[in-house]
């Protein structure tokens, strides 16, 4: 069974960056598309931005667009969030998802992800 560790997290200044790591084991993650998803204090969670399983094609928030991006590394079956220009408004529980679905596109939707990871924390404040 896939079994999904998010790392990275931490305290950033605005402005700064950080890069999450999503690692995988139990399976390959070039089967899944991926989600990045946060959970800040007192909120529900919300969807970042997701690859999909094929073609590796994008979909991003529109609040995090020209700021985060997503890639994959298949050697070492991990995913990352590479995070820019960061704002207090990005704190919160940074989640990583897989969706088995085998597909071109992927979806922010948390009721399509399958598997979860822990989650880790980024904190944006001076």
């Known amino acids: 069974q896939l079994q999904l560790v998010e790392s990275g997290g931490g305290l950033v200044q605005p402005g700064g960056s950080l890069r999450l790591s999503c690692a995988a084991s139990?399976?390959?993650?070039?089967?899944?598309?991926i989600g990045w998803f946060r959970q800040a204090p007192g909120k529900g969670r919300e969807g970042v931005l997701c690859i999909s399983s094929i073609g590796g094609r994008t979909n991003y928030a529109d609040s995090v667009k020209g700021r985060f991006t997503i890639s994959r590394d298949n050697a070492r079956n991990t995913v990352y969030l590479q995070m820019n220009s960061l704002k207090p408004e990005d704190t919160g529980v940074y989640y990583c998802?897989?969706?088995?679905?085998?597909?071109?596109?992927?979806?922010?939707?948390?009721?399509?992800?399958?598997?979860w990871g822990q989650g880790t924390q980024v904190t944006v404040s001076s």
């Open positions: 998802a897989a969706d088995g679905a085998v597909s071109a596109m992927c979806v922010m939707s948390l009721g399509r992800y399958d598997y």
């Open positions: 139990g399976d390959s993650l070039g089967y899944y598309a």
